[in-house]
């Protein structure tokens, strides 16, 4: 839908300004102070979101017993390793790098789906997909690596 693109669009937007304002934040900011700010905030955004867009939705209609441990895991392992490890790696890597890595989420994802909570096999698109996805990675790693060397040539020459 119209919608539907419109709100993908502003996403995308907005995780460039996130990933922007922290390569230059991240210069002289240690990443806690980056990261719980900016953490707090989209926590907060969600849950006013989600009270005005799903009607007869509780912001804590998941916290029953038997998912509240699930839930707690899911926030610290991908909260603070994923997240918090993004805005850690903004401070000493370039953001196309930072950014890139992202889209090895759905990969690491379906790979640990299918080792720890025995989901099915993955189909044969994501097993020929997955190595295409690695060779891109390191394609882009390596040519942003190339990139900064040529600059630091550059800027011995002047």
């Not at 934040?25 to 799903?54: C, D, E, G, K, Q």
């Not at 895991?73 to 890139?100: D, E, K, M, R």
């Not at 790693?141 to 040529?150: K, T, V």
Request: with cysteine; net charge negative; charged share 10%.
């Amino acid at each position: 839908t119209a919608e539907g693109d419109a709100l993908a669009f502003l996403g995308a937007a907005m995780i460039v300004f996130h990933i922007a304002a922290g390569k230059t934040l991240r210069y002289w900011m240690p990443t806690f102070v980056y990261a719980f700010p900016v953490t707090f905030l989209a926590a907060a955004f969600l849950a006013i979101f989600s009270v005005m867009f799903n009607e007869g939705a509780a912001v804590f209609g998941w916290a029953t017993s038997s998912k509240v441990g699930w839930f707690v895991l899911l926030a610290f392992v991908s909260g603070i390793v994923g997240h918090t490890g993004f805005n850690f790696a903004l401070g000493y890597v370039s953001p196309i790098v930072v950014s890139i890595s992202t889209t090895l989420e759905p990969v690491v994802g379906t790979f640990l789906g299918w080792i720890l909570y025995d989901s099915s096999v993955p189909g044969l698109w994501t097993i020929l997909g997955g190595p295409l996805l690695l060779v891109g990675i390191f394609c882009v790693i390596l040519g942003s690596e190339r990139a900064i060397q040529n600059n630091n040539d550059a800027e011995h020459c002047i």
